[in-house]
């Protein structure tokens, strides 16, 4: 289930409900609907009740195909967040 939270565009907020817990998302988002193509900048990850690395590439490589399938897109460009907090922050 992904559930959108309200915010001042263009920073979208989602949490997707999957099996191992909440994923919250929150990015600057431009969406080319003529080329079905979506631009995330300045993304930020929260894990909730995930265990530590229970989160891999390849699971999240298949909720972003999900995400894409929901929106009706066939493309996603991201673009990380400067890390705030945590292991190195700053990079």
């Keep these: 289930m992904i559930l959108l939270d309200d915010t001042d565009d263009p920073v979208v907020i989602i949490s997707i409900e ?3 817990g909440v994923l919250k998302v929150m990015a600057e988002v431009e969406v080319d609907q003529e080329r079905r193509h ?3 900048k300045g ?3 929260h894990g909730e009740g995930f265990d530590p690395n ?3 590439a390849s699971r999240l490589r298949q ?3 999900l995400v894409l399938e929901e929106l009706d897109c066939e493309e996603c ?3 990380g967040g400067v890390r705030t907090t945590g292991a190195n922050p700053g990079r």
């Design 43 to 45: 993304l930020h990850l």
């Design 38 to 40: 979506i631009f995330a």
């Design 63 to 65: 909720i972003a195909a």
């Design 77 to 79: 460009r991201i673009e």
């Design 54 to 56: 229970g989160l891999g």
């Design 18 to 20: 999957i099996p191992e």
